[in-house]
């Protein structure tokens, strides 16, 4: 939990201070941008803790870490708009939570609210998907052993 806060804190303050030096209003209103830095925060989170069972080491995780840090950045259109990506990366980009998230932001800062349902509902999959591979890798010892007695493994006759 303290992760999260910090992750929620940094963009409250991001947001903040753009709101007092240049003028920030979002659109859709400051619930909404609070909405999307949430569940982007948790997304991020959640997905970090399902890599974090996957890797077998730190420099593993923190390897395929910066990867996915960097492709989710190019899908989402944060350094190239999405519109200017090769269209096979333009058709790949909806398969990276860092473009439901920028179009969450994007939403919240110039759109209507109305508009964040499906980006924050995206940005809730890909949470779940995390949740599911960390639980899934958490029970796995538990699981494979009640299998295989099912089976009869190990067992003598």
Known sequence: MPIFAAIVTQQAILFGFSAVAFGLKPRAGWWALAVCAVAW?????????????????PAQLSAAGDIFALLTTVLAGSLVPVVLLPGWLRHLA??????WALDAY????????????????MLGVF???????SALIGA???????????????RKP
């Open 106 to 121: 994007r939403n919240a800062l110039i759109a209507s609210p109305a508009q964040l349902v499906r980006p924050l509902m």
């Open 127 to 133: 949470a779940a998907i995390g949740t599911g591979i």
């Open 41 to 57: 925060s948790a997304c991020v989170l959640l997905l970090g803790v399902g890599a974090s069972t996957l890797a077998r080491s």
């Open 140 to 154: 796995w010892p538990r699981l494979s052993a009640i299998w295989r007695q099912g089976l009869g493994v190990g």
């Open 94 to 99: 909806p398969a990276s939570p860092g473009y």
